[in-house]
């Protein structure tokens, strides 16, 4: 038989099966209110970052789309890598903001603090550090750069479920942090996103964000109910939120098994440029860079081991289209290769992954 290492694979077993069981039997599937399942998901998740309030919503590209919303950039700039996926940057859009793209570190492909300083203008509104693969940002510098020209700071950590930056939690750190739980990331679930707060303001933002996804519904009393706001139908589902309980439970131990894996990549592959080891890195990444991408990728494909490429640069795609020189960004667009991880990796599949990496580069 052939072997198939997948990138990416949700791991999980009869908890996840037993409690989406449970949730379908109950008939109730789904609620704006937010109440039941998710608003357990969302008192756990709160405990597990350690932040004051949290939003769960339908994805990660929503949270986005809702964390900037309560910032009003409207006509503003909006500081963010190139290097993420699209709906970072999409989400500047949806809120009728201005992408202004930054360079990332070769070492680390985060947001480079000292592009980002550079870039700041009177107009800048917020920036969007994206946790590379789950490796926090330089979060004590770009915290520094954003309270010194009085911007906000709005994390991506779509990668970074469980990360820790100078032993705090990912999400306990900055005013807004965006979570994903799409089924590929650490904490899976069929759909789900959250936003965590941690502000002054909280409970006024959570009031505001509970109605921004729920279709601005407002002031409810039993079935009566204003709408204050043009919101939208962003709201997390029973069943995913069951599901990410059950996740949530154990996503220490997952990410543990992934800490592993990246050890034995990062020990035992002979590429000089890889993903550094942090034990604070929740690794839903492990990136490598070479040269001859295109032929390792192949040779790789055709030893049944699934690759990717994360990411061409946003700048770069078609509707973005914009002109601008990153070059530490556009050199690694070239070489990155992003290699199988996940905790359902055997490690007969790691030595084969690294024997194999190892004869092509
Ligand atoms: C960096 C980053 N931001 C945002 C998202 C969007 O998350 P979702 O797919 O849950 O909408 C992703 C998803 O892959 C991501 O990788």
Redesign the pocket.
């Known amino acids: 038989m052939n072997r198939r290492i997948p990138l990416f694979s949700p791991k999980f077993d009869h908890k996840e099966i037993d409690a989406a069981k449970d949730a379908l039997k109950s008939h109730f599937w789904a609620s704006g209110a937010g109440v039941g399942r998710v608003s357990e998901f969302e008192q756990r998740f709160k405990k597990f970052t350690g932040c004051d309030e949290c939003v769960a919503v339908?994805?990660?590209?929503?949270?986005?789309h809702l964390a900037l919303n309560i910032l009003d950039i409207k006509k503003k700039e909006v500081l963010v890598p190139s290097l993420?996926?699209v709906?970072?940057v999409h989400?500047i859009l949806y809120n009728e903001g201005i992408p202004v793209f930054v360079d990332v570190e070769p070492g680390t492909l985060c947001m480079d603090p000292n592009d980002l300083e550079n870039k700041i203008t009177s107009h800048t509104k917020a920036v969007i550090p994206?946790?590379?693969g789950g490796l926090p940002c330089n979060m004590a510098r770009i915290t520094k750069i954003s309270k010194e020209n009085s911007i906000h700071v709005a994390e991506?950590a779509?990668?970074a479920c469980g990360s820790k930056y100078e032993g705090k939690m990912i999400g306990n750190i900055s005013e807004l942090t965006?979570f994903?739980?799409?089924p590929?990331?650490n904490l899976a679930m069929p759909?789900?996103?959250a936003i965590t707060i941690s502000s002054r303001n909280s409970k006024n933002m959570r009031k505001r964000l509970n109605s921004l996804r729920w279709c601005g519904i407002d002031k409810r009393q039993n079935s009566f109910y204003d709408v204050t706001s043009l919101g939208y139908n962003h709201y997390m589902d029973e069943i995913s939120a069951a599901i990410g309980i059950e996740q949530l439970k154990k996503i220490s131990k997952l990410n543990a098994t992934r800490l592993e894996i990246a050890k034995r990549y990062h020990s035992d592959l002979n590429v000089s440029e890889k993903m550094p080891l942090s034990k604070g890195c929740s690794y839903?990444l492990y990136w490598i860079r070479v040269k001859n991408r295109k032929k390792v990728m192949k040779e790789l494909r055709s030893h049944g081991i699934e690759t990717g490429s994360?990411?061409r640069p946003v700048h770069s795609m078609a509707y973005y289209n914009v002109k601008i020189k990153l070059p530490v960004t556009d050199n690694i667009a070239k070489e990155v290769i992003t290699l199988p991880m996940h905790a359902n990796l055997k490690k007969d599949d790691v030595d084969f992954i690294i024997k194999t990496v190892n004869s092509l580069v």
Not at 58 to 64: E, I, M, P, V
């Open positions: 339908n994805n990660g590209t929503d949270a986005l993420t996926f709906t970072t989400s994206v946790h590379f991506d779509a990668h965006s994903s739980f799409h590929v990331k759909k789900g996103g839903h994360h990411y």
